[in-house]
Nanobody
Framework: QVQLVESGGGLVQPGGSLRLSCVASASVFSSNEMGWYRQAPGKVRELVAHIGTSGYTIYVDSVKGRFTISRDNAKNTVYLQMNSLKPEDTAVYYC?????????WGQGTQVTVSS
């Protein structure tokens, strides 16, 4: 059973930056497309960025040009660099694979953008 552990969230002012990390407990990580998801209060969880096994990346329009997803297969880790943060980015952020039965969700990491 793969376990996912997200970290790096916090409280940041609008325009600030954060770097999120997600570590997977198993080496199967490297053979899977990975995504960062977020869930804001009262809203459904949405996929905001994903990265393929070859490194290609896709972003939802609302974060294009501000967020960068990357991965380090040697460390079973996926990252999300978030710049120019906006209040509407406030959410709990999770990582998971992109396709097929998802792995059990981790606890997520809270990102709060507020002045």
């Amino acid at each position: 059973q793969v376990q996912l552990v997200e970290s790096g969230g916090g409280l940041v002012q609008p325009g600030g930056s954060l770097r999120l990390s997600c570590v997977a407990s198993a080496s199967v990580f490297s053979s899977n497309e990975m995504g960062w998801y977020r869930q804001a209060p009262g809203k459904v969880r949405e996929l905001v960025a994903h990265i393929g096994t070859s490194g290609y990346t896709i972003y939802v329009d609302s974060v294009k040009g501000r967020f960068t997803i990357s991965r380090d297969n040697a460390k079973n880790t996926v990252y999300l660099q978030m710049n120019s943060l906006k209040p509407e980015d406030t959410a709990v952020y999770y990582c998971n694979k992109l396709d097929g039965p998802l792995w059990p969700w981790g606890q997520g990491t809270q990102v709060t953008v507020s002045s």
